[in-house]
């Protein structure tokens, strides 16, 4: 399966951000996808999973509601909804493909897509 995430720009603070990760190739239903991020000068870190069928997500613990999943299998797409977004939210956010259930370390995910960067200025 390919990935190309895209979506991203540049966004005040507070605003709302909803980045597309576009799936070509391979049986997209069978995939779970997570979200990272790498912020500049900073490691990458784990945003997030939607699984397979789209009935389980899980966020890191400093999301805290702010975002959201959402698939559609049909379309082969993935969206991640931001809001309340934050100075520190600022990286390059790539989505990922995993079989076999779902994981929070980016070494388990073998498909990768190009990021998109969000810059939040204040």
């Known amino acids: 399966v390919q990935l190309q995430a895209c979506g991203g720009g540049l966004v005040q603070v507070g605003g709302c951000l909803r980045l597309s990760c576009a799936a070509s190739g391979g049986s997209f239903s069978t995939y779970s996808v997570g979200w990272f991020r790498q912020g500049p000068g900073r490691e990458r870190e784990f945003v997030g999973y939607?699984?397979?069928?789209?009935?389980?997500?899980s966020y890191a613990s400093w999301v805290k509601g702010r975002f959201s999943f959402a698939r559609d299998n049909d379309k082969r797409m993935v969206y991640l909804q931001m809001s309340s977004l934050k100075p520190e939210d600022t990286a390059v956010y790539s989505c990922?493909?995993?079989?076999w259930g779902v994981g929070i370390e980016a070494d388990e995910y073998g498909y990768w897509g190009q990021g998109t960067q969000v810059t939040v200025s204040s």
């Open positions: 990922a493909a995993k079989t």
């Open positions: 939607i699984s397979a069928s789209g009935s389980s997500t």
